[in-house]
């Protein structure tokens, strides 16, 4: 495919335009995940001029390679030289190995659960035969969880702490933005609860919390509810203090319009307040989430609440000469986490934001 | 019909009574049941337990789960999060009493034997090797009391040096044997009071609470000059070349009760069945990890390893639990017993060896009043319950996984006096109040402590 024979045929070249023009849309929802590279090379498959792709290429893809290379090299460099007292520091490939150990053992993990059910069946079986069928039940498997079950966990946490949070935080920042009255009463408490870390929260939670959930359901357990209202507690801030600045920035002649039109306060918030506020909510919610993630991880260690947090400190106790590596896995893993779910959130702004700036 | 159902029921009991795995079906109250445990190789019975299907063959569904330290995992078993666990055989005894926190927590299956030594840092030992006489083939005589320590601690309070200790907890097995040591060497482990827990009364020595991982690096660091714990902690002192075991639990008090399984006794009353299935259970697992000459030792090793258990390192587990302990670098001397999970009928839980760690919290005040020798039966009693423990015993003997021989059926919850202690005194549980009087440290009688001093009444 040659430059010359395109020029000679219009169609193939209009068909390239097409083909590129939906690769840079494609390009817009890449970017933020950090895919950018992607719409080059594949420019280039659809047969972009190769010189300027590649300065594209260049930018986006070999300058982060060189960068992440560069830091394998001095972690795998120097993690021989620090000796601790479970030997060296693990580089690169012992964690990658790991990494591998986590997801065998997960799906023999599983093959377990197989078993478990067939032997709890067969005993199921033999309670009917015995003529006790009423007291044939199905349990859930009793096994650990597995480093997969543990970042799902962590993940459902977060979601949970996050929702709580945004479901307080936005109506407070409103209203925060809406009455001075309201946010001169308000502001000394965001200000004291603001800078309180999660491991001061805990203990207060875990009490509250203990005392006024007393029946826990399967689907929502205590330790889970316990690291969701730590997450809400520490991350909701952002969330109120932009809510609030976004909603206290309107345009003036807007809301002198909603005071003309005489609209109901509701009719207002939603028609002209959430509207041009919501690109600085989605910024407090978005910094709101990135806290809640790291705050997250801190519950969990402390109160040993399933997650990615416990797996941490369980492997830090167990200190085998393979913890290392596993818990540098999981800062991997937690970092990975983190930098998706700000993206998530950053391509969520980016969409609301365009809607909201007419 | 009925005669039917009937026929086909009693076929299928005489096939599993044929089979030997269900000869009487137990119906627990509760199936689903969550226990914890703390990170050691004495909670061996309960993976033993899960990992071998025992708690399933008793219809038994249970979720292990690691406990932060001894004092979570008391109070969760307390709330109920928990429905049992693997506890130090003094928590059920001092929440009973309400010593700490105050709940009936009881026991029917006592988890091992033996399992902890006492280790001093290497400065330390240099100088007590001074007073410790040489044997034969050129290596220290064991076992080591601590009056060769007596000096050292002298030493230090002369040039102005407080002379710390670590244990793990207040009313831990470690606490009581490594006071007993020093005791026995005329070294004062200091006393509690109700106004003063901190357990340092006129103390000789100071004991303070330090968790087990951490005792190695601790030690190193010089705040403490060594510590009493378990496994592996005291082997890995000898490996890191940091410090000297110096004497194991077994010489201060040959096969002395370690942990024990705890649950509330509300649990046991509203569950009885569950109890019994997990007491049969443990009892399976105790026999399954000390039958044949330990031959399945080397297994149990592998599934301690696994991270959702101890999770350290294999060998380290197999250092203690395969029947030699390491003192000096090189000095490896055998410990067949070092580790004991069901021989010496270790499983059963004896009320001797409750009145055992009532009379030591006696001893040094956390049972600040003086009691009744009838007192210190009676809450034994109501701790130990071998009665479900026989009943589990019984059944498993009906079942052919145990044989009558294994279990102590004939004996009144005393075991015989005793006097294989390092001091020699000698202990009989019927007696604890004249135990104590023979012991020359120690609150005895009518001893109180009042601000700093023993008052008499």
């Known amino acids: 495919m040659t430059i010359a024979t395109d020029i000679l045929d219009p169609e193939i070249a209009a068909r390239r335009e097409r083909r590129i023009a939906r690769i840079n849309r494609a390009g817009k929802v890449l970017a933020p995940f950090g895919l950018g590279f992607v719409v080059p090379l594949l420019k280039l498959a659809a047969g972009d001029t190769p010189s300027e792709q590649w300065a594209d290429l260049k930018q986006m893809l070999l300058v982060p390679l060189i960068g992440i290379l560069a830091f394998l090299a001095a972690w795998a460099y120097l993690a021989p030289k620090v000796q601790t007292s479970l030997g060296a520091i693990p580089g690169p490939a012992a964690v990658f190995q790991q990494a591998e150990v986590l997801m065998d053992d997960h799906f023999a993990e599983r093959q377990k659960a197989e078993a478990f059910y067939a032997r709890q069946d067969e005993r199921n079986q033999m309670l009917i035969a015995e003529g006790y069928a009423d007291r044939v039940k199905v349990r859930p498997y009793t096994g650990k969880p597995t480093y997969l079950d543990q970042i799902w966990t962590s993940l459902l946490t977060v979601a949970l702490g996050f929702f709580i949070g945004t479901v307080i935080a936005v109506p407070v920042g409103i209203a925060c933005g ?20 999660p491991l001061a929260w805990l203990p207060i939670v875990t009490m509250v919390v203990a005392a006024l959930y007393q029946n826990p359901s399967d689907l929502l357990p205590k330790s889970m509810v316990i690291s969701a209202v730590t997450v809400t507690l520490c991350s909701i801030w952002p969330t109120i203090i932009n809510t609030a600045l976004g909603v206290a920035s309107i345009d003036r002649d807007l809301v002198n319009v909603g005071k003309v039109l005489q609209l109901s306060t509701w009719t207002t918030i939603r028609k002209l307040v959430l509207p041009s506020s919501l690109p600085l909510i989605f910024t407090g919610m978005r910094l709101s989430l990135g806290v ?12 040993q609440n399933p997650g990615l947090g416990k797996f941490v400190w369980d492997e830090f106790q167990n200190g085998s000469s393979d913890s290392l590596a596993r818990i ?26 365009y809607s909201a700036n007419r | 019909m009925r005669h039917f159902l009937c026929s086909v029921t009693m076929l299928c009991s005489l096939t599993f009574a044929a089979t030997a795995t269900h000869a009487e079906m137990l119906f627990p109250e509760k199936d689903e049941l969550t226990i914890g445990f703390i990170k050691l190789t004495d909670m061996a019975p309960l993976a033993i337990a899960k990992e071998m299907h025992f708690f399933e063959d008793e219809g038994l569904y249970v979720t292990l789960e690691a406990q932060a330290n001894w004092k979570v995992l008391l109070d969760r078993v307390i709330t109920g999060e928990l429905d049992g666990a693997h506890m130090l055989a003094g928590q059920p005894l001092a929440a009973t009493i309400g010593y700490g926190t105050k709940a009936h927590i009881v026991t029917p299956f006592s988890m091992d034997l033996n399992g902890n030594a006492i280790t001093v840092s290497n400065a330390v030992w240099d100088r007590m090797k001074e007073n410790i006489p040489v044997g034969p083939d050129g290596k220290p005589q064991h076992p080591i009391k601590a009056d060769a320590l007596k000096p050292v601690v002298e030493a230090y309070k002369a040039e102005g040096k407080p002379f710390k200790m670590g244990m793990v907890f207040p009313v831990s097995t470690h606490n009581y044997e490594l006071r007993y040591w020093l005791a026995a060497g005329g070294i004062n482990p200091g006393y509690y009071s109700p106004g003063d827990i901190s357990g340092q009364i006129q103390a000789g020595a100071l004991l303070s609470v330090t968790p087990p991982p951490q005792m190695p690096a601790t030690m190193e660091a010089g705040t403490i000059e060594g510590y009493c714990v378990g496994e592996p902690w005291n082997q890995a002192a000898v490996f890191k070349g940091i410090g000297v075991p110096v004497v194991t639990d077994y010489d201060i008090w040959k096969n002395n009760p370690e ?7 509300e649990f046991t009353e509203k569950y009885p069945q569950t109890t019994l299935g997990l007491t049969k259970a443990l009892i399976r697992a105790a026999i399954w990890l000390d039958e044949n000459d330990n031959a399945n030792r080397e297994e149990a090793v592998e599934i301690l390893s696994r991270p959702e258990y101890v999770g350290a390192d294999a060998e380290v587990i197999a250092n203690s639990m395969t029947g030699t302990f390491e003192y000096e670098k090189g000095d490896k001397r055998p410990a067949a017993d070092f580790n004991v999970f069901f021989r010496h009928f270790a499983t059963y839980p004896y009320y001797s060896d409750a009145v055992w760690y009532l009379t030591q919290m006696r001893r040094w005040g956390q049972i600040a009043e003086p009691q009744e020798d009838g007192w210190y039966d009676e809450v ?28 102590p059926f004939d004996t009144d919850g005393y075991k015989p006096a005793t006097s294989e202690f390092i001091d020699g005194v000698t202990y009989d549980g019927r007696h604890p109040n004249a135990y104590l009087e023979s012991f020359p440290i120690g609150l005895k009688g009518d001893e109180v402590i009042d601000g700093n001093k023993i008052a008499g009444r």
């Open chain 2, 259 to 265: 942990k024990v399984f705890g649950l509330t006794k």
């Open chain 1, 178 to 197: 809406l009455s001075k009255t309201f946010e001169g009463a308000i502001n000394p408490l965001i200000q004291l609860f603001k800078p309180v870390s």
């Open chain 1, 292 to 303: 809640g993630w790291m705050v997250l991880i801190a519950a969990e260690m402390l109160a």
């Open chain 2, 380 to 407: 034994a009693r109501s701790v130990y319950l071998p009665d479900i423990y026989l009943e589990a015993a019984r059944q498993l003997i009906d079942e052919g996984h145990a044989t009558e021989a294994d279990f």
């Open chain 1, 328 to 353: 540098m896995v999981a800062v991997i893993t937690i970092g990975l986490i983190g930098f998706f779910l700000d993206r998530v959130m950053f391509a969520l702004q980016t969409a609301f934001t």
